[in-house]
């Protein structure tokens, strides 16, 4: 046992020592009284020696340390540890070091709602702090630390450090929200809106419990296209996973889309609000359409014309643009003289020649066919008269004696598109007719006109001529 201060008495008798600090043990001191006179012989000055033990029981001293810092982390951190986070670390005394286990002991004071643990942090006797927040928690807990040592703890003893303490914060991360994708759609061609409820599943805004109140969107982004397919009503996703879109009425291929979700959360990073994006497609399955008309672009025909002269082109309605066509001429109402007409490709031809005495009109019933639907159509074919010429009369006598009394043209009925404008010497009109000559009498606004020569305009509106020249009025 160490002194600081030696043991010694004083002249009244009074004993000091100091014993050095955290030294315990005994002491055996010999002590002798000395007097300040002669100590020749045979003076003495020394008493005997007498002997008194000095006893320091062991006290057991708290334990100590420095405690570290708070602990800031953000999630998905993983296992945490800091070694030297605690230092100074002592189980009291020296002698207590090397006698004594130490323990750290932590009490949680306070805890957010949404922090947790896969791992409780605990301080070793290195002073290595560890622990393990789930993933996907966060917040704040504030811990109570004290240090303990196996010495005893009854007073005097003391085995417990003083009480510290720190906090651990686990700092929200926003998650990329997350879903599950739907299978490809297959649909047919037609007027329709499809809504497909849950398409979308597995929809969340994120693992952490305070993401579960974000708003969700998605977003569905066109990457490519084949045939003719167009959207009336684009596809969308809502929030519950019903996917919605129509397509084009008649319009048909497949379309690809990327689509990712989003939530209105923190974006910057280490923050994520957008999911990966995924693809799905839609096929719109072609479907034939019947035919619905045929058109003839030309009806009408010339007398005295050799077999196989045009008659018109036809042309299908279809609501299928790319269909071909075959044509044929086939029995049923309005099939009186399909003998007497042809079909080459596309054409209706004669297979006859007409004669406009006999034959005004002709009928023909004609059948379009894509392959699979057909449509039927029946023609009605006007017979035209061949015209030479026009006879023009240079003179009437329009006297009412039932003879020439009026300009007849012969022939121009078959011109029913003609017009006749006649003029009298001073460039008045004294006569106009459009679509279907009616003999000029003589006369304006009911008026007999009097003996002369009047110039007429007369076009057939058949893309050739227009013919000009006089007429005289004799009375």
Partial sequence: MDFTLEPYIDKTGTLFYEVAPNANGSATISVVL???????????????????????????????????????????????????????????????????????????????????????????????????ATPHYNGTAVYEIYLQDDGPSTPPHDNTSPVQGFSITVDFINDAPSFTIGPDIVVDEGDQTYSLPGWATNISPGESPNEQDQALNFTVVFQQVSGNLAFLRAPTIDDTGLLTFRPTQHTHGEAIFDVYLTDDGQYEPPHQNQSDKQSFKITVNKVNYPPTDIILNNTRVLEKQPAGTLVGQLRTEDLDPEDTFDYALVPGDGADNNDLFAIDGDQLVTADVFDWETQKTLTCRIKTSDGEFSFEKSFVITIEKLIEGIKFPNAFTPNGDGENDTWELEDIEAFPNATVAIYDNTGRRVYYQSQGYQPWDGTFNGTKLPMGTYYYVIDLHDGKNIYKGTVTIIL
């Fill in 34 to 132: 000395q007097d300040d006179g002669s100590s020749a012989p045979p003076n003495e000055n020394t008493s005997a020696p007498l002997t008194f033990t000095i006893t320091v029981n062991p006290i057991n001293d708290p334990p100590y340390f420095t405690i570290g810092p708070n602990i800031n982390i953000d999630e998905h951190n993983g296992p945490f540890s800091m070694t030297n986070w605690a230092t100074n670390i002592s189980a009291g005394a020296p002698d207590e070091d090397a006698s004594q286990q130490i323990t750290f002991i932590l009490n949680t004071k306070s805890i957010t709602t949404y922090l947790q643990y896969d791992a409780d942090p605990a301080v070793d006797t290195s002073g290595t702090l560890t622990f393990t």
